[in-house]
């Protein structure tokens, strides 16, 4: 699985009790799951939840998150369950969420029983990916009311449901879990104003490349040019 979902929405939570529900069916103790979904045999366990850096050892939050990632590659197997928490992003998140994907295919490519927990959905959404046996699972939350003279960019209070379903988050609702954490009224409405004017910009960016784009290919046909063609080759759009 790759597990989205908001902030504080239970998904370190739940890495963490599959691994122990896990360990203890194939310790031969009681654990929480239905003869419906019975636990298979595994020979290890692979749980990542938190990045931290070592400067004792001179090791960066990314230098250590490598170091999990080698080591996991080395020793995981179809056998083996491997829960990651937040590979990535311990540098750019476009690099990360490259890493993230090639972890991802392999580990599907081995046929390992993975939950993998990421808030790098948009950027794993625009790559190629290969993922044959890999699902999409969101834990949801609720919504609530907001009031009828709410400002623009004001987000709505949520309702934490635990609950896991099908899909894939489209919003981490951090404002809303700083807002309900004590985060001051004066700078959460600042990163609203913040958060609109960069959406704003970003949709410009894109319209401003996207003609570009357009007018690029409307003057190659124009003059018969294309790079790395003559002007006899045939231009397919």
Not at 180 to 196: C, F, K, P, S, W
Request: aromatic letters at 4%; proline letters at 4%; one cysteine or more.
């Amino acid at each position: 699985w790759i597990v989205t979902g908001p902030n504080m929405s239970g998904k370190s939570t739940l890495l963490r009790s599959v691994t122990a529900a896990a360990l203890l069916a194939n310790c031969g103790l009681a654990a929480p799951a239905t003869t419906k979904h019975p636990v298979p045999r595994l020979d290890g366990y692979f749980l990542r939840t938190n990045g931290a850096d070592c400067p004792a050892e001179g090791l960066s939050a990314f230098a250590l998150e490598a170091d999990d990632i080698r080591i996991l590659m080395r020793d995981v197997t179809p056998r083996s369950l491997a829960a990651v928490d937040e590979l990535g992003r311990g540098t750019a998140p476009r690099e990360g969420a490259a890493i993230v994907g090639a972890v991802l295919e392999e580990l599907d490519q081995r046929g390992c029983p993975c939950l993998f927990a990421t808030h790098l959905h948009e950027e794993l959404e625009s790559l190629p990916l290969s993922l044959e046996r890999t699902q999409h699972k969101v834990l949801t939350v609720v919504e609530e009311e907001c009031s009828s003279d709410r400002q623009e960019g004001e987000v709505n209070p949520i309702r934490y449901v635990y609950r896991v379903e099908n899909g894939i988050c489209d919003n981490s609702h951090s404002l809303a879990t700083a807002t309900y954490h004590g985060v001051g009224e004066e700078l959460i409405q600042r990163a609203r104003e913040l958060r609109i004017a960069g959406d704003k910009n970003k949709n410009e960016l894109g319209n401003t490349c996207t003609n570009r784009g357009r007018n690029r290919v409307k003057t190659n046909l124009a003059t018969g040019k294309t790079k790395g063609k003559s002007s006899n080759d045939k231009v397919l759009l």
